[in-house]
């Protein structure tokens, strides 16, 4: 299982109040890396997952979480970023999980994919969806969302 938090939020006792927190969700170990590095410039602390089930359990969703009636929501986030395509549960599965979770659906949700497809994207922004980006992110992107995050 892959959940990693960045060096800089664990050197600093998991980071300062007003610091943005990210769940970046990708099966590409290599364009979880990328999106990983644009946030960390833009100083949002990051955690990642590898697959939608991994970012439903770091959040408190998880299937042992629905057994055991858990009513914690996870870690808190300010934002999820995640690939579409993604074997298991796509990105729009996830959507609608954190869509559906009274503790979540306030959270911005953006998707990403590298297919510009548009009756994908027109199901993302209906079910939800902040944004639908296409990749690869460019750290132009990322400071978009956090001027968005901050207003």
């Known amino acids: 299982m892959e959940l ?3 060096a800089a939020s664990l050197s600093n ?16 170990l290599i364009d979880r890396r990328l999106v990983e590095k644009l946030l960390i410039n ?5 955690t990642t997952a590898e697959n939608g089930l991994r970012a439903l359990e770091f959040l408190g969703l998880g299937e042992e979480d629905q057994k055991n009636n858990l009513k914690t929501t996870g870690s808190k986030v300010n ?14 599965d996830l959507l609608k999980k954190i869509k559906e979770s009274n503790a979540l659906k306030e959270v911005p949700v953006v998707i990403v ?12 922004l209906e079910e939800g969806a902040q944004q639908f980006m296409l990749k690869p992110l460019k ?10 995050l901050m207003t």
Do not use: W
Not at 113 to 124: A, F, G, L, Q, Y
């Open 113 to 124: 994919s590298s297919e510009n497809i548009p009756t994908r994207i027109n199901k993302c």
């Open 42 to 46: 833009s100083s949002f602390k990051v």
């Open 13 to 28: 006792g998991m980071g300062v109040e007003n610091e943005l927190h990210v769940l970046a969700v990708d099966d590409s």
């Open 79 to 92: 934002l999820i970023i995640t690939d579409y395509c993604m074997p298991g549960m796509t990105g729009y």
């Open 139 to 148: 750290q132009s992107d990322v400071k978009k969302l956090r001027c968005q």
């Open 4 to 6: 990693d938090m960045d």
